[in-house]
């Protein structure tokens, strides 16, 4: 299983972006996905989450209202629709995927990340 994110780039405050990552390979094996985010020197942050079995979406306090997760099933893909951007969105973004209800930092797969930088 592979996953291939992209997306990113740099962008202005109050820009958007919209992340993509791809599942390629035994994608069967991957069941729920999420996006994570790190920046250097600091731990990665769980940012949004999908659950395939009800759809259920889950965010991070410092995202709601603001990036929306969702999943073309048909394509084994997800995205991340990330608005009202801000400097501190600035982070390399990851998205990774695992089995149905795994704990979002226990995903079995993960891409290999796609940088974002908001600039003021």
């Known amino acids: 299983v592979q996953l291939q994110a992209s997306g990113g780039g740099l962008v202005q405050v109050g820009d958007s972006l919209r992340l993509s990552c791809k599942v390629s390979g035994r994608a069967v094996s991957v069941i729920d996905m999420c996006w994570f985010r790190q920046v250097p020197g600091m731990e990665r942050e769980f940012v949004a989450g999908i659950r395939r079995s009800a759809g259920d979406k889950y965010y991070a306090d410092s995202v709601k209202g603001r990036f929306t997760i969702s999943r073309d099933w048909a394509k084994n893909t997800v995205f991340l629709q990330m608005n009202s951007l801000k400097p501190e969105d600035t982070a390399v973004y990851y998205c990774?995927?695992?089995?149905?209800?795994?704990?979002?930092?226990?995903?079995?797969?993960w891409g290999q990340g796609t940088q974002v930088t908001v600039s003021s």
């Open positions: 990774a995927g695992g089995r149905e209800s795994s704990a979002w930092n226990t995903m079995n797969y």
